[in-house]
């Protein structure tokens, strides 16, 4: 079941602050976000865990709600090399992933001097 | 230099002419997979290994075959292509299994188009 990723688009000026969400109808065992700017292929940015701690990836945060399976990036003080699009990945389970990430349709994010 | 490479990373054929898409990693990983890009869509798996011999299907497997006889290789193989399977198409690895992996490492991608 695709991840839903709210919202589809974001334009930010240089230096605000945005988040991203991802929500599941099913439980959840992780949450990996990635970045993709454009042309070029997904890179890792971080995974959450279920029972896990909040990630952080330079000024860019993630947290997973377990309860509402549902995860927030969070975008702190967006600098121009944060434009592309982001996606969330999801691994369903409760107390063990099933090993299947299914990607949400991605949030287009872009920062502009 | 930790990579993973696809090949070919351009592609125009013709319905039913039997394709591979090669993809290979040198970082030793476990877990292996294929995701094809499509516009509005995200990424959806196609196919995934977690070990040599070991495959699954993902999301969208019709039309697909994989195989993982050696742990560096994974290919996509698409016996008779047809319009639809045009798309952008990622191989990706990790290092462990039995989970969806810690980092995906991407590769550049191929893109197919198929008349």
């Known amino acids: 079941q695709q991840p839903v990723q709210s919202p589809q688009a974001v334009i930010l000026r240089e230096g605000e602050d945005a988040v991203i969400n991802c929500s599941s109808s099913k439980a959840l065992y992780s949450v990996h976000w990635y970045r993709q700017k454009h042309g070029e292929a997904p890179v890792f940015l971080m995974i959450?865990?279920?029972?896990?701690e909040q990630m952080r990836h330079e000024k860019i945060s993630a947290s997973f709600n377990e309860k509402k399976q549902q995860s927030s990036l969070y975008l702190t003080a967006s600098q121009l090399s944060y434009s592309g699009t982001y996606f969330c990945?999801?691994?369903?389970?409760?107390?063990?992933?099933?090993?299947?990430?299914?990607f949400g349709t991605g949030t287009r994010l872009t920062i502009i001097p | 230099e930790a990579q993973v490479t696809q090949n070919p990373r351009y592609l125009i054929t013709v319905t039913g002419k039997k394709l591979t898409v090669t993809c290979s990693q040198n970082m030793n990983h476990e877990y292996m997979s294929w995701y094809r890009q499509d516009p509005g869509l995200g990424l959806r798996q196609i196919y995934y290994?977690?070990?040599?011999?070991?495959?699954d299907k993902g999301d969208v497997p019709e039309g697909y075959k994989v195989s993982r006889k050696e742990k560096r290789n994974f290919p996509l193989i698409l016996e008779s292509p047809s319009p639809n399977q045009t798309s952008l198409y990622f191989c990706a690895s990790s290092l462990l299994s039995g989970r969806a992996g810690d980092t995906q490492y991407f590769g550049p991608g191929t893109r197919l188009t198929v008349l």
């Open positions: 959450l865990l279920k029972g896990g």
């Open positions: 290994s977690m070990n040599v011999e070991v495959t």
């Open positions: 990945g999801t691994e369903m389970g409760s107390n063990f992933g099933n090993e299947k990430l299914t």
